[in-house]
């Protein structure tokens, strides 16, 4: 592995790209995993394409949703859920509905595995995004996509097919779907936390965000490196049990206080327009689509010398909005037990490269 030191953090020595080996087992329990793939194989794949194919596009009551997505998760073994929230004592979930994600928040999450998006569906059916490193968009995709993001190797800038934008008007058009970011904006083994992307600064600054980590056990299901679909399988559905680690951290505001909403402005500040930090620039008129300003800066439109393949003058990040990212990156890597990493999107991209050639 020293071809790969460059790879670890420098100040904790972390690799968060290394795929995590299965754990040792006998050969003895070889016909056990066996038969635990032939029986699981067959239920799985009938329920994965019935959801996909036919339940996520036909008008039906979200019990069957839930149900169905509940089985994918419980044939292969998922069946036990160590769920905590902050600020709620264990066995007081059930009265602690202002401490969990609800229909108009944002979920940011971490991102390991294909398990992450299809257990977030399970529980809150969220619209997902994919998000980039370097723009304050997302794109809106769906949850199959989202699984197969996971085996997806990571890309610096969003294709110019892409339908970006911001956060804001992504939940201001749903008010009643909650929505859910990857903002390391690949996967990782678990074992660190990921410079977050700017797309969070794109939420409103009175909705509620609430950052999600989960954690696997054993971690071999874990796809820091892309493709692998057949081992994979084999890895989740050879196993007799997975355990589940769920920590939901309480909400965070896209705001200069963090944990409290921006304050509206008073009616001799509506005179005018805000500009700075609280303001989304979205809420210009010249930046919309529908507007027929000057500026002409609506998602997908190319604008004047300001990253024109995603319509946004993203800019750099101010010292007060990156209060926002180290908040939610602190919270992910507190909840996860894991330290933050100054490796990102670039360094995996060389990582990979090198993995790649391993065998060459």
């Not at 979200?62 to 169905?68: F, I, K, P």
């Not at 890895?235 to 944990?259: C, E, F, W």
């Not at 330290?339 to 990582?351: A, C, P, S």
């Given at each position: 592995?020293?071809?790969?030191?460059?790879?670890?953090?420098?100040?904790?020595?972390?690799?968060?790209?290394?795929?995590?080996?299965?754990?040792?087992?006998?050969?003895?329990?070889?016909?056990?995993?066996?038969?635990?793939?032939?029986?699981?194989?067959?239920?799985?794949?009938?329920?994965?394409?019935l959801y996909f194919l036919v339940l996520e596009?036909?008008?039906?009551g979200s019990t069957l949703r839930y149900g169905?997505?509940?089985?994918?998760?419980?044939?292969?073994?998922?069946?036990?859920?160590?769920?905590?929230?902050?600020?709620?004592?264990?066995?007081?979930?059930?009265?602690?509905?202002?401490?969990?994600?609800?229909?108009?928040?944002?979920?940011?999450?971490?991102?390991?595995?294909?398990?992450?998006?299809?257990?977030?569906?399970?529980?809150?059916?969220?619209?997902?995004?994919?998000?980039?490193?370097?723009?304050?968009?997302?794109?809106?995709i769906t949850l199959f996509r989202a699984i197969?993001?996971?085996?997806?190797?990571?890309?610096?800038?969003?294709?110019?097919?892409?339908?970006?934008?911001?956060?804001?008007?992504?939940?201001?058009?749903?008010?009643?779907?909650?929505?859910?970011?990857?903002?390391?904006?690949?996967?990782?083994?678990?074992?660190?936390?990921?410079?977050?992307?700017?797309?969070?600064?794109?939420?409103?600054?009175?909705?509620?965000?609430?950052?999600?980590?989960?954690?696997?056990?054993?971690?071999?299901?874990?796809?820091?490196?892309?493709?692998?679909?057949?081992?994979?399988?084999?890895?989740?559905?050879?196993?007799?049990?997975?355990?589940?680690?769920?920590?939901?951290?309480?909400?965070?505001?896209?705001?200069?206080?963090?944990?409290?909403?921006?304050?509206?402005?008073?009616?001799?500040?509506?005179?005018?327009?805000?500009?700075?930090?609280?303001?989304?620039?979205?809420?210009?008129?010249?930046?919309?689509?529908?507007?027929?300003?000057?500026?002409?800066?609506?998602?997908?439109?190319?604008?004047?010398?300001?990253?024109?393949?995603?319509?946004?003058?993203?800019?750099?990040?101010?010292?007060?909005?990156?209060?926002?990212?180290?908040?939610?990156?602190?919270?992910?890597?507190?909840?996860?037990?894991?330290?933050?990493?100054?490796?990102?999107?670039?360094?995996?991209?060389?990582?990979?490269?090198?993995?790649?050639?391993?065998?060459?």
């Amino acid at each position: 592995m020293e071809r790969y030191s460059q790879f670890r953090d420098k100040g904790t020595a972390i690799a968060p790209f290394l795929p995590v080996p299965a754990p040792p087992s006998s050969f003895i329990w070889t016909p056990v995993y066996l038969t635990l793939f032939c029986i699981r194989a067959p239920f799985v794949t009938f329920f994965s394409v019935l959801y996909f194919l036919v339940l996520e596009w036909i008008s039906v009551g979200s019990t069957l949703r839930y149900g169905v997505l509940w089985l994918m998760l419980g044939i292969p073994g998922v069946w036990w859920v160590d769920l905590q929230v902050d600020g709620v004592k264990r066995g007081q979930l059930s009265s602690a509905r202002n401490n969990l994600p609800a229909p108009g928040t944002i979920i940011a999450s971490s991102f390991t595995s294909p398990l992450d998006p299809l257990y977030l569906a399970g529980i809150f059916q969220p619209i997902f995004t994919r998000s980039y490193p370097h723009t304050r968009l997302v794109e809106r995709i769906t949850l199959f996509r989202a699984i197969l993001l996971a085996f997806s190797p990571p890309v610096i800038s969003p294709p110019p097919t892409a339908k970006l934008q911001s956060l804001k008007q992504l939940t201001d058009e749903n008010p009643g779907k909650i929505v859910c970011v990857f903002p390391e904006t690949t996967t990782t083994n678990g074992r660190g936390i990921l410079p977050l992307s700017p797309c969070l600064l794109g939420a409103g600054g009175t909705t509620k965000m609430y950052p999600v980590n989960l954690r696997y056990t054993p971690q071999d299901v874990t796809t820091p490196v892309p493709g692998g679909y057949l081992s994979w399988l084999w890895g989740l559905l050879s196993k007799p049990t997975h355990q589940m680690r769920v920590r939901i951290a309480s909400r965070v505001y896209n705001s200069t206080s963090l944990d409290s909403p921006e304050r509206r402005p008073t009616s001799s500040q509506n005179k005018g327009l805000r500009t700075g930090y609280n303001t989304n620039i979205f809420d210009h008129p010249d930046f919309r689509n529908e507007g027929n300003g000057k500026l002409g800066l609506g998602p997908g439109a190319v604008g004047d010398g300001v990253h024109g393949d995603t319509g946004y003058a993203d800019g750099d990040v101010s010292a007060e909005e990156q209060k926002v990212l180290d908040r939610v990156a602190e919270d992910l890597a507190r909840l996860g037990r894991v330290k933050r990493v100054g490796l990102g999107v670039e360094e995996k991209i060389q990582f990979l490269k090198i993995w790649g050639s391993r065998k060459r």
